[in-house]
Nanobody
C-alpha cells in the first residue's frame, strides 16, 4: 500500500553534511509516523530517528542527538534526515520506514513499510 524510496546518500568527509530524502507513494504519509534506521555491513539494525504523524514529536538515538534532524513535508509526501557533523561511525545503509499509527516509535518491529536503503559513507 505504501512504497518508500530513499535518496541523498553518498560519500562525504568527516565533519560534512548530507540530507537524506524518503519519497512515499501510494497512500499518503500525512498521518503516519515514520523513522530512519541504519545498518552497517555485518552489524545489526540501529534506530536513528522517528517523527510522529503530526510532525510535532520526534525522538533521536543518542548517537544522532544534536547532529541529526528528522522532518517531514506532508504536502510533498516526503521525509527528510538532515545529518551534520558526520562521523565515520555513521557509515551505513540508511532505511526509511513507515507505520500505520501516528505515534512515533523507536523499534523496527513497529514499522510495516520499508525503503530499499541509501548508502552513506563517511571517510576520515
Amino acid at each position: 500500500q505504501v512504497q518508500l524510496v530513499e535518496s541523498g546518500g553518498g560519500l562525504v568527509q568527516a565533519g560534512g553534511s548530507l540530507r537524506l530524502s524518503c519519497a512515499a507513494s501510494g497512500r499518503t504519509i500525512s498521518s503516519t509516523a515514520m523513522a530512519w534506521f541504519r545498518q552497517a555491513p555485518g552489524k545489526e539494525h540501529e534506530f536513528v530517528a522517528t517523527i510522529s504523524g503530526s510532525g510535532v514529536v520526534t525522538y533521536y538515538a543518542d548517537s544522532a542527538q544534536g547532529r541529526f534532524t528528522i522532518s517531514r513535508n506532508s504536502a510533498k509526501n516526503t521525509l527528510y534526515l538532515q545529518m551534520n557533523s558526520l562521523k565515520p561511525e555513521d557509515t551505513a545503509v540508511y532505511y526509511c520506514a513507515a507505520r500505520g499509527s501516528s505515534t512515533a516509535a523507536r523499534y523496527r518491529d513497529r514499522y510495516d513499510y520499508w525503503g530499499q536503503g541509501t548508502q552513506v559513507t563517511v571517510s576520515s
